[in-house]
T-cell receptor
Framework: SQQGEEDPQALSIQEGENATMNCSYK?????LQWYRQNSGRGLVHLIL?????REKHSGRLRVTLDTSKKSSSLLITASRAADTASYFC???????????FGKGTRLSVIA | GAVVSQHPSRVICKSGTSVKIECRSL??????MFWYRQFPKKSLMLMAT?????????EQGVEKDKFLINHASLTLSTLTVTSAHPEDSSFYIC???????????????FGEGSRLTVL
């Protein structure tokens, strides 16, 4: 299965701390994306990193990709209570195929 | 960014009835939409790829006669859960790529989801 695996499954941190989530996948990809989901809501795209990229930044988000290890990490710096949500990685094999989602990490940021 | 609207957001129905969920791309044309199902605290599982003007492509294990998908126009795809059973209770989410924003990058735009409860 192409489905990614995130770890940890759940993460609880204090406001202001950094949160790191990891994702591993199984086959070659065109790109890897990270999404956020608030409870009972749809998903919001956070950042996309292509297979030929190693690191990408967007505001307080930093994503890395290691294709040799088939893994990615999402770092949220200076976390806020509003960052509390589930975070999913998703892989795209060709750049135009349905995304396959990992199991997600539930992040709780305590004020 | 591209907007995808999903309706209804919540629906409760009795066993044996059918429920239709609509997914609309509001400001772009979507030749392809994707339907996902999500169980509580679980990941999204792809059910099917909805193609405008043609039959949907279902993932292995998804009953096409149970989950009817129709993509009659470039802005609307519908998922009908037929003869619903309590085990069909779930969170259903549609998504699409926009040709003007996200198509070339692979980004998906998601509806807000529809929570189905079958009694």
């Amino acid at each position: 299965s192409q489905q990614g695996e995130e770890d940890p499954q759940a993460l609880s941190i204090q406001e202001g701390e950094n949160a790191t989530m990891n994702c591993s996948y199984k086959t070659s990809i065109n790109n890897l994306q990270w999404y956020r989901q608030n409870s009972g809501r749809g998903l919001v795209h956070l950042i996309l990193i292509r297979s030929n990229e190693r690191e990408k930044h967007s505001g307080r988000l930093r994503v890395t990709l290691d294709t040799s290890k088939k893994s990615s990490s999402l770092l949220i710096t200076a976390s806020r209570a509003a960052d509390t949500a589930s975070y999913f990685c998703a892989t795209d094999v060709t750049g135009n195929t349905p995304l396959v989602f990992g199991k997600g990490t539930r992040l709780s940021v305590i004020a | 960014g591209a907007v995808v609207s999903q309706h209804p957001s919540r629906v409760i129905c009795k066993s044996g009835t059918s429920v239709k969920i609509e997914c609309r791309s509001l400001d772009f044309q979507a030749t392809t939409m994707f339907w996902y199902r999500q169980f509580p605290k679980k990941s999204l599982m792809l059910m099917a790829t909805s193609n405008e003007g043609s039959k949907a492509t279902y993932e292995q294990g998804v009953e096409k006669d149970k989950f009817l998908i129709n993509h009659a126009s470039l802005t609307l795809s519908t998922l009908t859960v037929t003869s619903a059973h309590p085990e069909d209770s779930s969170f259903y989410i549609c998504s699409a790529r926009s040709r003007t924003s996200g198509y070339d990058t692979g980004e998906l735009f998601f509806g807000e989801g529809s929570r189905l409860t079958v009694l």
